[in-house]
């Protein structure tokens, strides 16, 4: 079997970086630039600085600020149009996976047009689209280096994913700063969607040595960082390494793609508007505990990196202990046991289960799971 890896986002990152945003957008000859974000995040002030270093750079700058969570195909569209309408040469993103995902799907509706959700699925871009530099204030869901949007069609209750290359952003900015004001549950949640990000793209059928080594770093850098992030937010190394872990991790997962854990939080947003990271950080640990037979050795390998064990203990034995270190780091967070804690409701658990059985990312999941299996694990987990 081959295998590819692919980074078409150039990276910069550190203290101030977002001070390099005008100069990165002329770097594309722009010269008239839309700031795509979500009305919370407006309120912080962060689109605005940024603005105001785009217009120092001698741009002309505008916002869109109706970005809502899990983002759907007519606020893509809304955005394209102001984009349209406003001559943008390029996007800049600044906010969470929904903010990047939205500007991402706003800049191929641009450049392509059409209907949003014909591009569903893998490889239907056929071309560039705007360009869009990616700045995240979440850490996260690692959108701003993926070649996947993840948009909802709320007349389904469904989520669906554009990838193609094509629609990574050209450029990404990472300044661990941007987090500082991130509220504890975004920061809990946000942060174990990157952990199951690593978790999964590390347990994956296709990982490779590239994606392995993104994966590991990942894991070790947020199992030591997420707790201080959670509870002393203005830790600031903390949130420096978070934002650098939750890069890592989407570099990781680029490549390998995910497993059960995704493929259940996508319908568990669909039917209960749980956010993304909330149904990851609830299930990872369930997922993992379902997983164990069949990627004993990688989740060995977690215990190492972790620290945990002894030497020559059994890869059972260091497994399980891989498991339970991620248990214990989302109790640590405050990140609620059951899925009944977060509005699930039992009775829809068999369409949950029906809808997880749709995922792509099943293939990669390192155990084969039936719509049974996918079910008791539901059940187990309510
Ligand atoms: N494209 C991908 O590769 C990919 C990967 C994983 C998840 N996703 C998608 O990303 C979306 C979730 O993104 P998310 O978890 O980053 O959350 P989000 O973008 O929905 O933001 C969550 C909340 O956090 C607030 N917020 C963001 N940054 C803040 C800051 N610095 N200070 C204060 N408040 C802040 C926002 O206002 C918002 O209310 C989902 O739709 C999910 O499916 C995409
Ligand atoms: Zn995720």
């Not at 977690?302 to 030497?311: F, Q, V």
């Not at 997880?356 to 039936?370: C, E, G, W």
């Amino acid at each position: 079997m081959t295998s590819q890896f692919l980074l078409p986002t150039k990276i910069v990152t550190g203290a101030g970086a977002v001070s390099q945003v005008a100069q990165e957008a002329k770097l594309f000859g722009a010269g008239k630039a839309l700031i795509v974000t979500d009305p919370g995040l407006n309120g912080t002030g962060i689109p605005a600085m940024v603005a105001d270093k785009l217009k120092a750079g001698g741009l002309a700058v505008d916002i869109f600020s109706e970005v809502e969570a899990d983002p759907s195909i007519a606020t893509a569209s809304k955005a394209a149009e102001k984009a349209r309408s406003f001559k943008a040469d390029v996007l800049v993103a600044v906010g969470g996976g929904s903010s990047m995902d939205a500007a991402k799907s706003a800049a191929l509706l641009v450049a392509s047009g059409g209907y949003l959700k014909d591009y569903a699925g893998v490889g239907k871009v056929a071309k560039p689209t705007l360009p869009v530099i990616a700045i995240p204030t979440t850490a996260g869901t690692g959108s701003e280096v993926t070649i996947f949007a993840v948009m909802s069609d709320p007349d389904n209750n469904e989520k669906f994913t554009i990838s193609s290359p094509f629609i990574a952003p050209r450029v990404a900015i990472l300044d661990g700063e941007l987090t500082v004001k991130l509220p504890p549950m975004i920061t809990a949640c946000t942060g174990m969607d990157a952990l199951t990000h690593a978790v999964e793209a590390y347990g994956s059928s296709i990982a490779q040595p590239a994606t392995d080594a993104y994966a590991i770093h990942a894991i070790k850098m947020i199992h030591a960082n997420l707790p201080v992030a959670v509870h002393r937010g203005d830790n600031l190394a903390a949130r420096g390494n978070m934002i650098q872990a939750s890069l890592l991790a989407g570099i990781a997962f680029n490549n390998a793609f995910l497993g059960l854990a995704h493929a259940i939080a996508s319908p568990l947003g669909g039917h209960f508007h749980v956010s993304h990271g909330m149904a990851n950080a609830v299930m990872l640990p369930y997922v993992m505990e379902f997983n164990l037979p069949a990627a004993m050795e990688k989740y060995a390998n977690i215990a190492k990196a972790l620290d945990l064990g002894s030497a020559g203990e059994p890869a059972r034995s260091l497994a399980e202990k891989a498991v339970a270190a991620v248990a214990q780091l989302a109790r640590d967070i405050n990140i609620p046991l059951r899925l009944r804690d977060i509005g699930a409701k039992e009775e829809v658990l068999p369409l949950v289960a029906r809808d997880a059985l749709k995922s792509i990312q099943l293939r990669f999941n390192p155990r084969l799971a039936s719509e049974q299996d996918i079910l008791a694990l539901l059940k187990k987990a309510y």
